[in-house]
């Protein structure tokens, strides 16, 4: 998963080895002062999170695999 937009990773919701269904809430992107909610677009499992909270990220940043 990438980032859509720049911007500063407020919160992480999973962790790595954990099973998501397809809307599940997975972190909290800040970007422009506004709170994007990254949602699992499909059922899987995370393998590993590139990110942590406070890191500031560009676009097309890999945050989840």
Known sequence: MLAVIPGTILKIYKQENTV??????????????MKNQILSPVDGLIKKIHVKEGDIVPKNELLIS
Do not use: N, Y
């Not at 998501?20 to 002062?33: C, F, N, P, Q, Y």
């Open 20 to 33: 998501v269904k397809e809307g599940d809430r997975i972190l909290v992107l800040e970007a422009m002062k």
